[in-house]
T-cell receptor
Framework: DAGVIQSPRHEVTEMGQEVTLRCKPISGHNSLFWYRQTMMRGLELLIYFNNNVPIDDSGMPEDRFSAKMPNASFSTLKIQPSEPRDSAVYFC??????????????FGEGSRLTVL | QKEVEQDPGPLSVPEGAIVSLNCTYSNSAFQYFMWYRQYSRKGPELLMYTYSSGNKEDGRFTAQVDKSSKYISLFIRDSQPSDSATYLCAILYNTDKLIFGTGTRLQVFP
């Protein structure tokens, strides 16, 4: 299996621009998570989906952030408009069915976002 | 108080040393505890998983949970330069959310 695939790996953009991050989870995994990692705050859960349905988006910082999962093999995280404080590494992770979840998430390699 | 607290380090040790990494947590109801390892510019990967109190050993790694003091530890014996990474403790919350510590950066020098 190719693992969780994220794109782009690096994105540099200017304040006010729209940013779209993409994720392809591992085939057969029911749950998908978006995390943000910064030095100051560590890994923060933004939102997660189960069977393509958003379950908890309480970690989404504000209305500028939105996430979708139109099907089992694709998800996007969009920031519009972007701000310098959004600069971070954004990780997508997937896991098998929640009922048997032992806490193992399979992470992608992350999308490093820099907003100037 | 944050749900999981972890000293960010960095921690620098010579090869062969015993390393102790620690986290504290706030909610006594937590039952599932994990340690993830993250190499530079990579995503975290699960290293060890424990349920409730006690020790779990896997090769040179031992995970320990002390529920009475709400303290979790990871010990690395005979540390190697290849162990140099950031180690994140994590707690499974409500069976569907992982809460991570901020991570401790470890450097093992030859």
């Amino acid at each position: 299996d190719a693992g969780v695939i994220q794109s782009p790996r690096h994105e540099v953009t200017e304040m006010g621009q729209e940013v779209t991050l993409r994720c392809k989870p591992i085939s057969g995994h029911n749950s998908l998570f978006w995390y943000r990692q910064t030095m100051m705050r560590g890994l923060e859960l933004l939102i997660y989906f189960n069977n393509n349905v958003p379950i908890d988006d309480s970690g989404m910082p504000e209305d500028r952030f939105s996430a979708k999962m139109p099907n089992a093999s694709f998800s996007t995280l969009k920031i519009q408009p972007s701000e310098p404080r959004d600069s971070a590494v954004y990780f997508c992770a997937s896991s098998p069915a929640l009922a048997t979840n032992t806490g193992e998430l399979f992470f992608g390699e992350g999308s490093r976002l820099t907003v100037l | 108080q944050k749900e999981v607290e972890q000293d960010p380090g960095p921690l620098s040790v010579p090869e062969g040393a015993i390393v102790s990494l620690n986290c504290t947590y706030s909610n006594s109801a937590f039952q599932y505890f994990m340690w993830y390892r993250q190499y530079s510019r990579k995503g975290p990967e699960l290293l060890m998983y424990t349920y409730s109190s006690g020790n779990k050993e896997d090769g040179r790694f031992t995970a320990q949970v002390d529920k009475s003091s709400k303290y979790i530890s990871l010990f690395i014996r005979d540390s190697q330069p290849s162990d140099s990474a950031t180690y994140l403790c994590a707690i499974l919350y409500n069976t569907d959310k992982l809460i991570f510590g901020t991570g401790t950066r470890l450097q093992v020098f030859p």
